[in-house]
């Protein structure tokens, strides 16, 4: 287990499908901020220009499966339709040598991590509204009209259900940097503590 005083260096960034959690870190590893971003495993297929060991580990149920019993994830869970977990390697081998954690999980995901990392950071990435996420969900073109329907109906529950977390940051559509840039400032802030 992590020492208490290590999970501080510990952020867990969650929101609704769509919102732009990965867009947000996969820019922030492209201007080279100084942070173990963890690659996640998933059950689900590689969206268009998505990359093995980059966006996640495209694993079979069967592999997925193998690492629940073997106790190589933290946690996982079942989300629409496929499986996502979060690797030990991905979050024990970085914070023991002292680098800052990005995990990118979903609202479940986020306070399952809380409880095993009481001292973790927790940051909601939010939409500016509803409307906001359904456009980019539609623009994203990886979901049916029936999928879209289902992850904006979980998007206003989880929405609702937020009290877990530290800090909120609202994604507004074209202003990807001002997310960026209010992320680092809470890691940074956080981390100086």
């Keep these: 287990m992590i020492p208490l005083k290590l999970q501080s260096n510990i952020f867990v960034i969650s929101g609704p499908s769509g919102v732009g959690k990965d867009t947000i870190l996969e820019n922030m590893a492209k201007n080279g901020t100084p942070y173990h971003f963890v690659i996640t495993a998933t059950t689900r297929k590689p969206r268009i220009g998505e990359k093995e060991g980059v966006n996640h580990f495209f694993v079979t149920e069967k592999k997925f499966h193998k690492m629940q019993k073997t106790n190589m994830l933290i946690e996982s869970a079942f989300v629409f339709g496929n499986y996502y977990g979060v690797p030990k390697t991905q979050v024990e081998q970085p914070i023991l040598s002292g ?43 990886a979901n049916t009209k029936n999928e879209i329907t289902k992850r904006l109906e979980s998007a206003i529950y989880e929405m609702d259900n937020t009290n877990i977390f530290d800090y909120e940051i609202i994604n507004y559509k074209d202003q990807i940097d001002k997310a960026i840039l209010e992320l680092e400032n809470i890691i940074n802030k956080t981390s100086s503590n």
């Design 99 to 141: 680098k800052n954690v990005l995990i990118r999980v979903d609202i479940q995901g986020a306070e399952r991590l809380r409880n095993l990392y009481p001292n973790s950071t927790l940051i909601l990435i939010k939409p500016f509204t509803i409307d906001d996420l359904k456009d980019r969900l539609i623009e994203r073109g």
